[in-house]
């Protein structure tokens, strides 16, 4: 058997039309938000998600955020390379070498999954956000277009003074400091040189006396 329903509070006729016209007459007296876009740019957010940069010389065609990427926007092309030893006997090397790197933008949902696991810091936010098109098919930018934004993404903010020095920091200032400890010791120290004061112009008809 059916539970009855509670019941209901009666409703008061016009109630519905005042409540209305009650939110007209309160935003009627607040200040307009409109920003007259294009001509006025927006003040957005540095690190607001606009588009994903390339900073290419990081890139090793891991492919790392192709195969992450839940909408599969990330197309990479690739060939290898081979690197002659470096010394006499040693052995010869490959290399992975980038030949496209797109992103289509109509796909992308802007997860930012492909930064968060690139292992070699390639890809960046940039606060870009002007690059609509009027066809779809061309929101597909290629690796030139993606380079460019990469000069538009913000310096990372200065780190506290009061936190604990990176790893990669402090292991590298300890290995310069050993370098430079080692190449004291072959050099030897330095001797210090004394204060060298101005000298006399010299003259070589000597000294003439005015007591003559």
């Known amino acids: 058997m059916a539970e009855p329903l509670p019941p209901t ?9 005042a409540k209305g016209l009650a939110v007209t007459l309160r935003t009627m007296t607040r200040k307009s938000v409109t920003d ?7 003040d957005l957010p540095p690190r607001t998600r606009g588009v994903i940069g390339l900073f290419e010389e990081n890139c090793t065609v891991c492919m790392l955020c192709a195969r992450e990427c839940p909408d599969w926007c990330i197309y990479i092309d690739s060939h290898k390379e081979t690197i002659p030893a470096a010394t006499p006997g040693g052995r010869e090397r490959s290399r992975n070498v980038l030949d496209r790197f797109a992103i289509d933008f109509s ?24 690059y609509a098109e009027t066809d779809i098919r061309d929101l597909t930018h290629e690796r030139d277009k993606l380079r ?4 538009t993404v913000p310096a990372p903010p200065a780190l506290d003074p009061a ?11 300890k290995t310069a400091e050993k370098l430079a400890a080692a190449q004291t010791e072959q ?7 004394g204060p060298t004061g101005p000298t006399a112009p ?4 000597g000294p003439q006396g005015g007591d003559s």
Do not use: H, N
């Not at 460019?148 to 000069?151: I, K, S």
């Not at 010299?202 to 008809?205: G, L, Q």
């Open 9 to 17: 509070r009666p409703r008061i006729p016009g109630s519905g039309l």
């Open 36 to 42: 007259q876009y294009p001509d006025a740019q927006p």
């Open 107 to 130: 796909l992308c949902m802007y997860c930012g999954i492909c930064i968060e696991v690139c292992p070699f810091d390639a890809l960046f936010w940039s606060p870009e956000f002007e």
């Open 148 to 151: 460019e934004w990469m000069w």
């Open 163 to 173: 936190a604990e020095e990176p790893k990669e920091i402090a292991a590298a200032r």
């Open 187 to 193: 050099t030897g120290p330095t001797e210090p040189t």
């Open 202 to 205: 010299s003259d070589p008809a």
